[in-house]
């Protein structure tokens, strides 16, 4: 029997976990099921109460003081304890019909994605490849407000990329937090960035002549941030990037806003369809629905 699960991913602050908490809202707005699975061992708040914590394992907090490894370290040794436990996920999942939408927060360090085969192994386990059959989709949610710096957009969409390709599952990437860039970014210039291509960088307007002349004409440090920033090789290693990630041509992205409703809906339409679940559903009745609302009303 198959199983349908999506795992959302990206560095940290990105909002994976708000859009977790939407996702969850959608469904059961919809009375679809769905099954929540926190993998981060360092995470505390939750709207939804996960149905799976990895911190029921192992936690972060314990590894870093009984260990003496730093955030980054630590949570790597949970992940590496985690693949020697997977009998904690499989037990938890194997039970889950078709029905369920497996929902599965990520932490946001993004070496486990990207170049770790730490993550890889996990999704190895997860999907037809090992024990669990799930039809797994990747989700890679990239901060809206990259936009506004072309270098860290280039180098959020390379790290996505990475992702692809060290995981081999379908991808859905979204351009998170959209409400933060409306007022500030037009809805034209945005639909710029959807499909990353080397022309963004042609009207940077802080990757320009003009900005490496102010730096020389100020005296300001050669060394310092400022006049690194926009400097030659700077701006030829942004451009080697954009022009990779063109010529692989694997990366383009949605729009979200985990605060409207039809934003997440539209997400999760795109990743209904990466991973087939409508296909595997069962056919209902028109009045399918309508017994079931009066048989919940004679139970009551």
Known sequence: MSKFGVLVMGPAGAGKTTFCSSLIQHLRNNKRSCFYINLD?????????????????????????????????????????????????TEAIDPLTEEYLIIIDMPGQIELY??????PALVKHLTRNGALNVNLCATYLLESTFVVDRA?????????????????????NVLSK?????SSV????????????????????TDSDAAIASAQQTGSDPSGTESMMAGGSFKRLNRAVAQLIDDFSMVSF?????????????????????????????PREPNDELENVWEDADMS
């Open 41 to 89: 061992p360092a995470a505390e708040d939750f709207d939804y109460q996960p149905d799976l914590d990895i911190t029921e394992l192992i936690t972060l907090e314990d590894v870093m003081n009984d260990l003496d490894l730093g955030p980054n370290g630590g949570l790597i040794y949970c992940f590496e304890f985690l693949l020697e436990n997977l009998d904690f996920l």
């Open 114 to 119: 990207t170049h770790i085969p730490i993550v």
């Open 152 to 172: 860290k957009y280039f180098a959020g969409t390379l790290s996505a990329m990475s992702a692809m390709i060290m995981l081999e599952v379908p991808h859905v």
């Open 178 to 182: 959209m409400d933060l860039i409306k």
């Open 186 to 205: 037009s809805r034209k210039e945005l639909k710029r960035f959807i499909d990353p291509d080397t022309s963004l960088l042609d009207d940077d307007p």
């Open 254 to 282: 949605l729009q979200l806003d985990a605060h409207d409703e039809d934003s997440v809906g539209a997400i999760l339409s795109y990743i209904d369809d990466a991973i087939q679940f409508h296909e595997a559903q069962e």
